[in-house]
């Protein structure tokens, strides 16, 4: 009773707070088990973690030390050449560049080159480039040999090659712009040439040095890329003789030239610049070595009168009534360089009716075939009268034989 009286004794709002206050000691409890818990969840799944990114990187490591030990004994390749297999129209100066999937060794065997030309292999990373210490010839056909096996190319780690790998490349033609450049120096053009303003008009050659201080090779150089600079005509040239100029390419104006050029320096007159003429020229523009007969050039004009004007380096030097072919065989239009000389000869031929002929004629200069400028008796000048040739007096024929010199142009209009 004493019990029940003393508790009873409260009041209902005392009994809840003194329920609610019994209550909080079991709810904290719980607390820190649910955090307790959390801690060790999270710790597990670090651990978990760090141990699974252990394994990974020790994975990977291993890989990468596998890698490298399957690339240092793979098989070496070629990944590419340049210039390209098959190339065309290549400059000769360029340098040939092969690359490899791996850095080769020192002192492993070279790639070969045939035909063979002065150079140097040098090496960078997984590339080889070959210089040529002269630029190889034009219009030329190039092979590269690269060798394999165990006499061939090889890597530090001792791989080569399965099989050899040969590609090929053709050079391209000499520029006949250069060409042009060197014979208007040169004096065998009617134009000049001068290089860009502080040039000295060959690659790699510093302001103020002479032509001959380059050498061939910066010679070389330039035909396969001219460089920079100016033509400029000379005065008093007809436009009948600047209407056959193409500047930078071939033309009847450069074909003239390149045949005064070697009949001056005794070579076979074509008027082709191969090789030996190109090599000619070098050697003549190194030695300021310049056309002795200067330029001429002739129009034989069909219009009534008939005459003959012959320009030499820029002036009028003779103006003379001339004959050319009759209607039946008249004297072809057009513009040919001078290619035969003779200060006298007997001149054959057949006569319209058949039958032959054969004329004593002088200062005779063929420039179409067999059609040429020379002197033949006539009791008048400047109308239709000869077979084909031009025909001069005596006294005019004799002037213009001395200008009339290989490779001038003779010009027919009308």
């Given at each position: 009773m004493f019990g029940m009286g003393r508790f009873g004794g409260k009041s209902g709002a005392a009994f809840k707070a003194g329920a609610a206050a019994h209550r909080r000691p079991a709810a904290w409890v719980i607390v820190p088990a649910i955090v307790i818990v959390g801690v060790l969840a999270t710790a597990g799944t670090y651990a978990l973690a760090h141990a699974t990114s252990s394994a990974r990187g020790a994975a990977g490591a291993q890989s990468a030390a596998l890698a490298g030990q399957a690339a240092s004994t793979a098989p070496l390749r070629v990944l590419s050449v340049s210039p390209a297999p098959g190339a065309r129209r290549v400059d000769g100066g360029n340098p040939v560049v092969v690359t490899f999937s791996a850095p080769l060794a020192a002192g492993s065997p070279m790639p070969s080159l045939k035909p063979a030309v002065r150079g140097r292999w040098q090496q960078a990373g997984g590339s080889l480039a070959f210089t040529p210490a002269v630029p190889f010839d034009p219009s030329s056909q190039i092979v590269l040999r690269i060798p394999a096996g165990a006499n061939g190319?090889?890597?530090?780690?001792?791989?080569?090659?399965?099989?050899?790998?040969?590609?090929?490349?053709?050079?391209r033609a000499w520029s006949a712009r250069r060409l042009s450049e060197l014979l208007a120096q040169l004096r065998y053009l009617p134009l000049s040439w001068s290089p860009r303003r502080g040039g000295t008009g060959l690659p790699g050659v510093p302001a103020g040095a002479a032509p001959a201080d380059s050498g061939l090779a910066a010679q070389l150089a330039a035909a396969y890329s001219p460089p920079a600079g100016t033509f400029r005509w000379h005065r008093g040239y007809p436009a009948s003789l600047r209407s056959q100029w193409r500047a930078g390419r071939p033309s009847l104006l450069l074909k003239g030239a390149v045949m005064a050029f070697q009949s001056q320096h005794g070579m076979t007159m074509n008027g082709v610049a191969g090789a030996s003429v190109w090599k000619a020229v070098f050697r003549a523009a190194d030695r300021h070595s310049r056309n002795p007969d200067g330029y001429t050039y002739a129009l034989a004009s069909k219009a009534d009168p008939e005459t003959l004007t012959i320009w030499h380096d820029g002036r009028i030097v003779l103006s003379s009534p001339a004959n050319t072919g009759i209607p039946v065989a008249p004297t072809a239009d057009g513009t040919f360089p001078v290619y035969l000389r003779y200060q006298f000869q007997i001149m054959r031929g057949i006569n319209p009716d058949g039958s032959s002929y054969a004329d004593p004629v002088s200062y005779v200069s063929y420039f179409d075939g067999g059609e040429a400028v020379h002197y033949f008796p006539r009791g008048s000048y400047g109308f239709p009268q000869s077979l084909g040739c031009v025909e001069l007096p005596l006294a005019a024929a004799a002037a213009a034989w001395p200008y009339l010199t290989y490779?001038?142009?003779?010009?027919?209009?009308g």
């Open positions: 190319v090889r890597t530090a780690a001792g791989a080569t090659l399965a099989r050899p790998v040969t590609a090929g490349f053709r050079t490779g001038s142009l003779v010009t027919v209009a």
